[in-house]
Nanobody, 123 residues
Framework: QVQLVESGGGLVQPGGSLRLSCGVS?????CGWFRQAPGKEREFVAA????????YYTDSVKGRFTISRDSAKRQVYLQMNSLKPEDTAVYYC???????????????????WGQGTQVTVSS
């Protein structure tokens, strides 16, 4: 069984930065970050392959967010720079329980989810 625990959320001003962390216990393969703003559906943010060689981002965060993982520390990170008010959401870490050739942006294809961490971008 895989457990995921997110941390690092908070309140930041527009243009600021935050780094989210996801602690992974158990064997997890590709991991991803999703977010859900109030009144909106959950949306894909970024994904990373098992060994970190492949990454995939939604268009709205390309060039601003970076996903990475440290397998030795069993952590997955989301570095968020140049934050905008529209980035405000609860951010969730997700993981797959099997290797896949292609990274996916579909939440239904992730098997494990964390409890979420709030990110608020406001002046």
């Amino acid at each position: 069984q895989v457990q995921l625990v997110e941390s690092g959320g908070g309140l930041v001003q527009p243009g600021g930065s935050l780094r989210l962390s996801c602690g992974v216990s158990g064997r997890a393969y590709s991991c991803g970050w999703f977010r859900q703003a109030p009144g909106k559906e959950r949306e894909f943010v970024a994904a990373i392959s098992w060994k970190g060689g492949q990454t995939y981002y939604t268009d709205s965060v390309k060039g601003r967010f970076t996903i990475s993982r440290d397998s030795a520390k069993r952590q997955v990170y989301l570095q968020m720079n140049s934050l905008k008010p529209e980035d405000t959401a609860v951010y969730y870490c997700a993981a797959q329980n099997a290797m896949s050739v292609v990274l996916t942006d579909k939440g239904s294809e992730f098997d494990y989810w964390g409890q979420g961490t709030q990110v608020t971008v406001s002046s």
